[in-house]
């Protein structure tokens, strides 16, 4: 995060699709024709932006990889596996059947086995809609909370962007759970399963490696772009970075965006408490999260991307000031509806 960069609105127009990304994860709701908290009002479908880089496969360590899914944005995560060459353990998958079988396709090419476990980091769909390519082969395993939380969401990412090419999407919520830690054993790698509590939601897991000093933060961290807070929590996000020091990386694989280290945690630290500053100030002011948003001088946050997603973290925080507890679901129409207004008026769009 550079914080040189010049002082810019969170408001952008729809005038100026870039390359930068645009936007929005998965609004959870039940899995019916027409799901309640389906995301932002009907409209439009967003322009459709410049085709982004395939995935990549990047080495860490010995048998464990990355897998970068460029350009980072919405419904783009990042994935990887680690191996010993008799077993493989996959750390997320992907938001679309295609991107799922290409994981699957570049751990083949590794000369990794097929994979026998899959830890989901969280229960959005850019994580988890492809567990259904490894299993049943492959056992998944979640925090218990991403289990009920996938549930419930359903084909959550359909929702919000009913024209993306999914494929056949096979709901695979975890079938082994956990509540604090859980312990994996890849041959000699020891893979910890850590829960930092509610943070981007209820069901987070840090998946660290500590002989590597390797951590997948999923999306407790976005390199690049704007942390997500509207399905979990600004106060438990901030805790969460206090887990995450602690465990003392050398490389972090965050959710979106390119494979980084340590210091990315005190650009997402800096951006949090400036969120908590805003709340306090607007709804001190009988602000709503929107007006405070289109009035915010994002100054060093200016670069990021998604900077919609501020309005959404805002609802989050105003909440929280509220008294609501972490977690606690929020009106999707509102929060997805916002970062549309705050988009220059264009519904977010998914690049999977």
Not at 116 to 132: L, M
Not at 184 to 198: A, S
Request: overall charge negative.
């Amino acid at each position: 995060m550079d914080d040189a960069t010049a002082p810019r609105k969170a408001v952008r127009t729809s005038a100026a699709p870039s390359a930068a990304r645009t936007t929005g994860p998965g609004a959870t709701g039940p899995d019916t024709t027409e799901p309640p908290g389906a995301g932002t009002p009907a409209g439009p479908p967003p322009p459709a932006g410049p085709p982004v880089p395939e995935p990549y496969l990047t080495e860490l360590a010995a048998g464990v990889h990355a897998f970068i899914q460029p350009d980072g944005g919405w419904c783009l995560n990042n994935a990887g596996f680690v191996t010993d060459g008799d077993a493989t353990l996959v750390v997320d998958t992907a938001a679309t059947e295609r991107r799922a079988r290409l994981l699957r396709q570049r751990i083949a090419e590794s000369g990794a086995p097929a994979p026998r476990t899959v830890v989901n980091t969280h229960h959005h769909g850019d994580h988890t809609y492809g567990n259904g390519v490894f299993a049943p082969e492959a056992t998944v395993i979640g925090h218990a909370s991403c289990r009920r939380e996938l549930l419930a969401a359903g084909h959550q990412l359909h929702a919000v962007w009913p024209e993306v090419e999914y494929g056949d999407i096979r709901l695979t919520p975890p079938e082994v759970t956990y509540t604090d830690e859980l312990t994996l054993h890849v041959g000699d790698t020891e893979v910890r399963l850590i829960h930092p509590g509610v943070a981007h939601t209820t069901g987070d897991t840090l998946v660290w490696l500590p002989r590597e000093r390797i951590v997948f933060a999923g999306d407790l961290v976005f390199h690049g772009g704007t942390p997500f807070l509207f399905m979990g929590s600004l106060t438990g996000s901030l805790r969460a970075l206090r887990t995450l020091r602690a465990l003392d990386a050398v490389t972090v694989v965050p959710g979106h965006g390119p494979v980084t280290g340590p210091e990315v945690y005190d650009g997402i630290e800096r951006y949090l408490r400036f969120v908590g500053r805003l709340a306090q100030e607007g709804r001190a002011a009988g602000r709503t999260p929107l007006e405070t948003a289109q009035e915010a001088d994002l100054g060093p946050f200016a670069g990021l991307a998604e900077s919609e997603r501020l309005v959404a973290n805002l609802h989050r925080a105003y909440a929280e000031l509220a008294g609501a507890a972490p977690g606690v679901p929020l009106d999707p129409m509102a929060g997805f509806g916002d970062m549309a207004v705050l988009n220059g008026g264009v519904p977010m769009a998914c690049h999977a």
